[in-house]
T-cell receptor
Framework: DQQVKQNSPSLSVQEGRISILNCDYTNSMFDYFLWYKKYPAEGPTFLISISSIKDKNEDGRFTVFLNKSAKHLSLHIVPSQPGDSAVYFCAASARSNYQLIWGAGTKLIIKP | GAVVSQHPSRVICKSGTSVKIECRSLDFQATTMFWYRQFPKQSLMLMATSNEGSKATYEQGVEKDKFLINHASLTLSTLTVTSAHPEDSSFYIC??????????????FGPGTRLTVL
């Protein structure tokens, strides 16, 4: 039972364009969502998060949007850069349990 | 801020030996640390939750006698893979929980340890 789903295993985007990574969740108890970036053979790096009281959070080139009614969140990267090529994981947690529930990841490839 | 280190980064050992992996939060105190395992082309699998001063909580299917976890201080947790076998070869990653406002805890990850058991 996947509570957090990233349905696109991979995404290819032209350098300079916008990358949009999507994530869906099923557990309505989730109230905090995070995006991590991971290079091969390295630990994940925290990128950005959003609490369920917000619908948007922005940090530089990264913006996360949360649609609670649709149980959907997305990460926008603009403009996309070659160094953004990595696997992106969406994770969620509930206030009552701080464990993270992870999506399967989306491999983002930025083409020059 | 929020830096987590792991040591060693790579280890190769013979079957039947034990291997200890250290996870340290360098600039914050972490009452809770997590140990993950990543298989090739798969997402992170949570193995256990390590709580400072108390026993670790293991996920279903993870052998607590094989994967010994000790959270001796607010900045250090260790994972010992006992009597390692080739099937234990994997990429092990730890994370430390940085408490935020209620419900906004963030986990910061170490760089991972590649274990190869011959």
């Amino acid at each position: 039972d996947q509570q957090v789903k990233q349905n696109s295993p991979s995404l290819s985007v032209q350098e300079g364009r916008i990358s949009i990574l999507n994530c869906d969740y099923t557990n309505s108890m989730f109230d905090y969502f995070l995006w991590y970036k991971k290079y091969p053979a390295e630990g994940p790096t925290f990128l950005i998060s959003i609490s369920s009281i917000k619908d948007k959070n922005e940090d530089g080139r990264f913006t996360v949007f949360l649609n609670k009614s649709a149980k959907h969140l997305s990460l926008h990267i603009v403009p996309s850069q070659p160094g953004d090529s990595a696997v992106y994981f969406c994770a969620a947690s509930a206030r009552s349990n701080y464990q993270l529930i992870w999506g399967a990841g989306t491999k983002l490839i930025i083409k020059p | 801020g929020a830096v987590v280190s792991q040591h060693p980064s790579r280890v190769i050992c013979k079957s039947g030996t034990s291997v200890k992996i250290e996870c340290r939060s360098l600039d914050f105190q972490a009452t809770t640390m997590f140990w993950y395992r990543q298989f090739p082309k798969q997402s992170l699998m949570l193995m256990a939750t390590s709580n400072e001063g108390s026993k670790a909580t293991y996920e279903q299917g993870v052998e607590k006698d094989k994967f010994l976890i000790n959270h001796a201080s607010l900045t250090l947790s260790t994972l010992t893979v006992t009597s390692a076998h080739p099937e234990d070869s994997s990429f092990y990653i730890c994370s430390a929980r940085l408490a935020g406002h209620i419900g906004t805890d963030t986990q910061y990850f170490g760089p991972g340890t590649r274990l190869t058991v011959l």
